[in-house]
């Protein structure tokens, strides 16, 4: 792009009261002055005209290595005014339009360099004001058009969206629904058997079928859903166990609980639990 490219344009004054015509386009720009409203000066090893020079605002100037070249500042105010589209990088003082071209170049070759553009606040400023000035209408059309475009997808997405939501509520709806049915199906049907089970005679009956000799049930009772307390006395240990074994047989879940001696140490008595 010409515009991030830095220029030199060469301004010869000749007459300081008048000055010259400038043309350029917009801009970044070195400006290299030359000619007779020029004023040069040699500088001496320990001259205190550079200190003067530094805190007078009235004039603009460059140094070299042996002089210093100076012009009032004011006569460059209607060249600033024609530059004005432009970023005036540097403004160089020659006493030949030689010297101060060379010396333009240097400078030149400074902005032409990135990190020179990203130190300088006011360049960066200038390069995005005239960015945006050239490129304003494109950029107004690609950005209403990510506008329309968005407000297209967010409609469609949104409709979308909620009819996915509203789906998802009603099979939620529905889930818990089937949840509940199938567990107070499930409480029922163990209510049931709780019920009906445990207080068959048939039950009871296969409790008692199997009892073995030297074997005296005391109590038989319902303490859980499908859980039947059994207890009793027994002459022998070995008659406890074979009745545990027998019970298991029918029961399959089955496991004596307590086993002591009796007070009187006639025998003993015990607790078997059956769970069906």
């Known amino acids: 792009m010409r515009w991030i490219r830095p220029a030199v344009i060469e301004i010869r004054f000749d007459n300081l009261e008048l000055a010259p015509e400038v043309k350029a386009p917009p801009g970044i720009v070195v400006l290299s002055i030359s000619g007779q409203g020029v004023t040069s000066r040699s500088l001496g090893g320990h001259d205190p005209f550079m200190s003067r020079l530094k805190v007078n ?3 603009v100037w460059t140094e070299y290595h042996d002089h210093v070249c100076y012009m009032p500042s004011t006569v460059l105010g ?53 960015l945006y000035r050239t ?5 107004l059309i690609f950005w209403l058009l990510i506008l329309v475009g968005n407000y297209l997808l967010s409609s469609r997405l949104g409709g979308a969206l909620n009819a996915e939501y509203q789906k998802k509520q ?23 058997q709780g019920l009906i089970l445990p ?13 073995p000799d030297g074997i005296c049930l005391n109590k038989m009772e319902l303490v859980g859903i499908h859980v039947i307390s059994v207890s009793g006395n027994a002459s022998e240990l070995s008659g406890v166990l ?10 399959g879940a089955v ?10 140490g006639s025998g003993y008595s015990f607790d078997i639990q059956i769970r069906q």
């Open 170 to 192: 009603l099979n939620e709806i529905r889930q818990r629904n089937r949840q509940e049915v199938t567990s107070q199906q499930k409480k029922m049907i163990a209510d049931y």
């Open 135 to 139: 490129a304003r209408l494109p950029i």
């Open 199 to 211: 207080k068959s005679s048939i039950a009871l009956d296969r409790i008692a079928a199997v009892l």
């Open 255 to 264: 496991e004596i609980r307590s086993m002591e001696t009796r007070s009187n």
């Open 57 to 59: 605002s009235t004039l």
């Open 78 to 130: 209607p060249i600033k005014a024609q530059l004005s589209s432009c970023f005036i990088a540097g403004i160089v003082i020659g006493a030949t339009a030689k010297e101060a071209f060379e010396t333009s170049l240097r400078l030149k070759e400074e902005y032409s360099n990135m990190k020179t553009v990203v130190s300088s606040s006011q360049l960066r400023r200038f390069l995005l004001q005239h």
């Open 242 to 251: 074979k009745y545990s074994d027998a019970l298991k047989e029918l029961f």
